[in-house]
């Protein structure tokens, strides 16, 4: 069937019925669109040539009957192609009491778009579906028309790009060693000795320095295309505007952030973005995505209508059941996205396959990932869910899946996920600061998570290495931080220092704040080794945040999701400075790789697996099979047996020490004896200093007896 245009300043467009197929496809002599409504009785589609055009070159109103397949309409338009504009307008019943808010002023994003063009502004009026001026708020209704804007899909193919022979590293999740980081954040320091800071070309600048450092996957915070421009606090001892710089406010999800770009070449982000996968492949290095799809940027009733919101308001997001103009906020953002609806669902799986198939990813960290085990009426139903639908999903077998297992709303569901999820363990983070702080009461529980969380995790026939065990990510004190303040400093954020936790179990060691007190210095730089100890001796998937490995702060800000400035940038002058720190998580990276011990494939028994007399792993107090898990005990050692068959092994290992000391005093720790003659050596002892600390040949140790520091960690191999 062919139809004729019934807008446009060139007849060169004609178009016909096309096919139901949700985004655009390209092909040899035209475009097909398609596009999901189920209440919207009228359709058009409009073409700009650029984003900054207010009249489209073409425009046409789809045929309800001819250019409707179901609930998807679509439309063939010949001789158009690559890098051309376009958006929707949906005609339809405004009645947010109703769950409805149609308003075909607004020119919709095609939520399958590979690219935007142009720049969301949260201060121009137009995009808002009601008068922001009127008293009756979100109940008006806006006859501004938001083609103004500038935000406007692409038509892009994302097939072009030549991979030539890459291949996913494809590295087991048990040796896995995971790098959070940021990519603006990372190098836009101008102490970051990279030519194109603050961009994906800047972290392939950066490559020699992640092998370097050991890590075998980069997890990026969201590089969804998001606005940085969300109408934020100003900053109370400065005066800058605050920028949503983290990047939790997904516009679209399949289209890749232009904010990390270099240049000013629309789609090039594209290109960029490939790039920066492919160099880490050749390198051997993961990348892996944090992904959000639990809300988006179109936000409460009073947000603007970007996509969502004017394609099918009440399919796409969870509203009230009571009143149905105001949205559920599970996620803490103002809205929640429906993922228990089948279109929505399909929206998310077909966002992950594009990302694996197009994009090469090797893996997705799922923010606040329990709401997508959740159903309309918010109760938690996990096997049932989307969740076990990604796990299940064909194109995304081999695709690392980590889950973050709580929400806004009060959900905890660490260890519930199903069968294929890998999760970030919180309770891992808070027991390892509050033994490390001092606290008591703490001993049980660590052996508990150091055994790779068995409580949580052996259930449904999971692994170990399904806990991602980490002491500090983006959300949170930075590892320095952690052992310099005893309370946030969140004023930049012009919160009243209300915003973020306050559960950070953090300690200062005497002052609050950075200081030039040598003995303070020297306990923090010890405390920090004892984390990244504890961290890489126990069993499950390491995760460090950026920075950290030289004592990166954020001047005690525990909530920087604002500050594109000096508190989060990655400041590379303190790599110099704390040049022993980085020495003493490389080689403790390095010792985890070498050790498949530390990286085992199935659970502790406590029995001799092994056949050599000694249980797979013992725990010990200062006197060996004595362990203290009384309330005031501070102190735990353990040995592991390097006999013990593991699966990931392909020979035996070493046996491995480990005594923590959290207390104030030395202790005397006596250490097991070895059979068949095996002596003790020294790898690791955090109280001595640099290159002291990690010795790489190790010292054999003499005595029966070994005095362990106060606040310090050793570790002994046979």
Same mark, same amino acid.
């Given at each position: 069937?062919?139809?004729?245009? &019934? ?30 409504? =189920? ?11 650029? @984003? ?41 019943? /405004? ?7 149609? +308003? ?25 579906? @009601? ?52 990519? =603006? ?5 101008? +102490? ?16 020699? /320095? ?22 934020? +606090? ?14 939790? +406010? ?13 240049? #000013? ?108 085990? =959740? ?37 905890? @569901? ?31 529980? #660590? ?12 259930? =449904? ?92 702060? &954020? ?10 400035? &000096? ?77 013990? @068959?593991?699966?990931?092994? &392909? ?64 570790? #002994?191999?046979?």
């Amino acid at each position: 069937m062919e139809v004729k245009s &019934q807008s446009t300043k060139s007849g060169r467009f004609k178009v016909t019925k096309g096919e139901p197929i949700l985004g655009t496809r390209i092909e040899d002599n035209g475009v097909n669109f398609g596009i999901y409504t =189920r209440n919207g009785p009228s359709v058009t589609l409009e073409i700009y040539e650029k @984003y900054y055009d207010e009249t489209p070159i073409f425009k046409y109103t789809l045929d309800k009957i001819a250019n409707r397949t179901g609930d998807v309409w679509h439309v063939f338009v010949e001789n158009i192609g690559a890098g051309y504009y376009y958006g929707w307008r949906i005609e339809g019943p /405004y009645e947010p009491e109703k769950g409805h808010r149609f +308003n075909p002023n607004k020119l919709l994003l095609d939520p399958y778009a590979k690219v935007l063009g142009g720049k969301l502004d949260f201060s121009d009026y137009s995009i808002y579906g @009601y008068d922001r001026d009127s008293n009756e708020k979100d109940l008006s209704f806006s006859s501004l028309d938001s083609a103004r804007s500038g935000l406007k899909s692409v038509i892009w193919n994302c097939k072009n790009y030549n991979w030539k022979d890459d291949i996913h590293p494809r590295h087991s999740l048990n040796d896995l060693v995971i790098y959070e980081m940021h990519v =603006r954040l990372f190098t836009i320091s101008p +102490n970051s000795e990279v030519e194109h800071r603050g961009t994906y070309k800047g972290i392939i600048e950066k490559i020699n /320095y992640l092998k370097e450092l050991g890590v075998n996957a980069v997890e990026l915070m969201p590089v969804f295309s998001f606005s940085m421009n969300d109408n934020l +606090n100003i900053n109370p001892l400065t005066g800058e505007r605050l920028k949503n710089v983290w990047g939790y +406010n997904p516009i679209s999800f399949f289209s890749v952030t232009n904010n990390y770009r270099y240049g #000013l070449k629309i789609g090039d982000e594209v290109v960029q973005f490939q790039d920066l996968v492919y160099e880490l492949h050749k390198n051997g290095i993961e990348i892996i995505l944090d992904v959000v799809y639990n809300h988006t940027a179109e936000g409460n009733e009073m947000g603007p209508t970007l996509n969502f919101r004017g394609l099918e308001n009440s399919v796409y997001y969870l509203l009230s059941r009571a009143n149905p103009r105001y949205y559920e906020n599970y996620s803490g953002t103002g809205n929640t996205i429906n993922s228990s609806h089948y279109v929505v669902k399909q929206m998310i799986l077909d966002s992950l396959r594009h990302w694996v198939s197009e994009m090469h990813i090797d893996g997705f960290r799922f923010d606040l990932a329990s709401i997508l085990g =959740r159903d309309p009426k918010g109760n938690w139903v996990g096997d049932l869910s989307l969740l076990k639908d990604i796990a299940d999903d064909p194109i995304l077998a081999g695709t690392k899946l980590i889950a973050e297992g709580w929400d806004a709303a009060g959900g905890y @569901y660490v260890g519930d996920f199903p069968t294929g999820w890998a999760e970030w363990n919180g309770k891992f983070r808070d027991t390892v600061r509050k033994f490390i702080r001092g606290d008591n009461g703490t001993v049980t529980d #660590l052996a508990t998570r150091i055994a790779g969380s068995p409580d949580l995790f052996e259930r =449904r026939g999971r692994k170990p290495y399904h806990s991602v065990n980490f002491v500090t990510s983006h959300d949170g004190f930075t590892l320095w931080d952690l052992v310099s303040y005893n309370n946030k400093h969140n004023e930049a954020n012009g919160e009243n220092n209300k915003d973020g936790t306050d559960a950070n179990y953090s300690f200062n060691h005497g002052v609050e704040g950075e200081t030039n007190d040598v003995k303070i210095i020297k306990l923090r730089k010890q405390q920090i080794k004892n984390f990244i100890t504890i961290l890489m001796v126990s069993q499950g998937l390491p995760m460090i945040l950026m920075g950290d490995e030289f004592c990166r702060t &954020q001047l005690g800000n525990n909530n920087t999701y604002c500050q594109d400035n &000096q508190i989060s940038w990655v400041d590379w002058s303190r790599k110099n400075k704390f040049e022993d720190i980085f020495e003493f998580t490389k080689k403790m990276i390095n010792f985890r790789k070498k050790h498949c011990a530390l990286r085992r494939d199935r659970f502790f028994t406590g029995k001799d697996i092994g056949g050599d007399g000694i249980a797979d792993i013992t725990w010990h107090g200062v006197e060996p099979f004595k362990p203290d898990f009384s309330y005031y005990s501070r102190s735990l050692a353990f040995m592991i047996s390097g006999d013990d @068959y593991i699966t990931n092994c &392909q020979e035996k290992d070493q046996d491995i020490y480990v005594a923590l000391n959290a207390f104030d005093q030395d202790l005397i720790f006596e250490i097991p004896k070895l059979p068949n003659g095996k002596k003790w050596h020294r790898v690791v002892d955090t109280s001595k200093e640099s290159p002291k600390d990690f010795l790489e040949e190790p010292l054999k140790v003499e005595s029966p007896k070994y005095k362990v520091k106060s606040r310090s960690s050793i570790v #002994l191999i046979s």
